[in-house]
């Protein structure tokens, strides 16, 4: 007999609750920015809103439905079964955070803050819940398959990220390493850089976009979110007589690998800036950027 779907609602704490989390009480907050010239309301209200759209969300979970509710903090240590349906309240850039630990579940995105958030992957208002709940849950759903990006070490550890993975040092010095593409012939290009960034087209609205401005890419324009492509782009690279700057960008097809060797003490590894779920390699491992098998089953 098969299980009903689980809803897992995903949240993250408001800027109030960390207020209250760093000085005690709201009249301690209200006091500490009002010093500073701010005020404590309009964060009190943007908390309030995303209350009640937590609670609109969860009374809209069939009553057959099983639900649970998770944290941003505790996204690693959560364990999604193949029979959820997540829906992610808050911003565009919860949902990157929550699809590195998911595979293949429909994720229904709830802006709770409409006009402030982009809304390119909180796409939802509340009251549209119900609905999309029993959408996502049905054969055939309507839903987008956005392109990841994963990184392989050799000591088999793996890294997902639906915006973009960022290589580099943990202390934001310069990163030595050799760069090449999988199966050249050679060590790849000596490089000395502020790191290494690989893109999907859903990254392509934010940090990845700014370095194609820069750069002027020759790349033929920014993938869409569901194109089987990624950018990569190195950090200012740093002419040397050891190291080069040949290869400072370029785009990934299906199949095709870009590889990192590290030639430091240490780089870390992680994607859509959760540095506190980073892969760490030293010196001589290798690491592998690519499209990932995995996709982001957005429901539209």
Not at 165 to 173: K, T
């Amino acid at each position: 007999m098969s299980l009903a779907p689980r809803a897992v609602i995903v949240h993250r704490r408001t800027e109030y609750e960390e207020l209250l989390a760093r000085h005690g009480t709201h009249g301690q907050a209200a006091f500490f920015l009002s010093s500073r010239g701010r005020s404590i309301d309009e964060v009190a209200r943007r908390h309030d809103r995303t209350r009640q759209a937590l609670r609109e969300v969860a009374a809209a979970v069939p009553l057959t439905w099983r639900s649970s509710r998770v944290e941003r903090a505790d996204l690693d240590r959560f364990l999604f079964a193949p029979e959820d349906v997540v829906v992610v309240v808050g911003q565009d850039g919860l949902v990157a955070n929550t699809a590195k630990y998911l595979r293949g579940q429909p994720v229904v995105g709830i802006d709770t803050d409409p006009g402030r958030n982009p809304g390119v992957l909180v796409r939802h208002r509340c009251a549209d819940a119900a609905a999309l709940l029993r959408a996502a849950a049905a054969a055939g759903d309507p839903a987008e398959e956005l392109t990841m990006v994963e990184a392989v070490a050799d000591d088999t550890q793996r890294l997902l990220a639906l915006n973009e993975i960022y290589l580099g040092s943990p202390g934001h010095q310069t990163a030595r390493y050799r760069l090449g593409s999988e199966g050249e012939k050679g060590p790849g290009e000596a490089q000395a850089s502020s790191g290494v960034l690989v893109g999907t087209g859903t990254g392509a609205t934010g940090w990845l976009r700014s370095l194609w401005l820069e750069r002027g890419s020759p790349a033929p324009g920014l993938p869409a979110p569901c194109d089987r492509r990624l950018l990569w782009f190195v950090r200012e690279a740093w002419p040397s007589p050891a190291t080069g700057t040949t290869k400072v960008a370029g785009e990934l097809e299906r199949g095709q690998r870009l590889q990192l060797t590290v030639e430091s003490d240490r780089i870390v590894v992680f994607g859509d800036g959760m540095e506190g779920d980073a892969l760490e390699l030293t010196w001589g491992q290798s690491v592998r950027l690519g499209i990932a098998e995995t996709s982001l089953r957005l429901v539209t």
